[in-house]
């Protein structure tokens, strides 16, 4: 379980080698929550982005807007790669965060 308030980077996608979004939050589950749930227009909304498939948690905010914006200027190929070290089936990891 994810504690509320944690600052984590995390990627969504709408399928297995799909579209990916990458977004940083302090609170991780309330965040899953919303891009599953339509809640929030934007990119996620429009491409149907539901499955979380990366998380990382960081100990400050600051360092999470930094990881953010390094994967946010990897190559496609980097992201995907990134994603397999720890979710290689591309399961939605929204129910070991709740």
């Given at each position: 379980m994810i504690i509320q308030k944690q600052p984590?980077?995390?990627?969504?996608?709408?399928?297995?080698?799909?579209t990916l979004y990458t977004g940083v939050t302090s609170n991780?589950?309330?965040r899953t929550y919303e891009h599953r749930?339509?809640?929030?227009?934007g990119?996620?909304?429009?491409?149907s982005c539901k499955?979380?498939?990366?998380?990382e948690i960081h100990e400050t905010m600051e360092s999470a807007i930094v990881r953010e914006k390094q994967i946010k200027l990897y190559?496609?190929?980097?992201?995907?790669?990134l994603i397999e070290t720890i979710?290689?089936?591309w399961l939605d990891l929204h129910s070991g965060i709740i």
């Amino acid at each position: 379980m994810i504690i509320q308030k944690q600052p984590a980077v995390y990627i969504m996608t709408n399928q297995r080698n799909g579209t990916l979004y990458t977004g940083v939050t302090s609170n991780l589950v309330k965040r899953t929550y919303e891009h599953r749930n339509g809640l929030i227009d934007g990119f996620t909304k429009k491409y149907s982005c539901k499955i979380l498939v990366f998380f990382e948690i960081h100990e400050t905010m600051e360092s999470a807007i930094v990881r953010e914006k390094q994967i946010k200027l990897y190559t496609r190929k980097k992201k995907f790669q990134l994603i397999e070290t720890i979710n290689s089936q591309w399961l939605d990891l929204h129910s070991g965060i709740i």
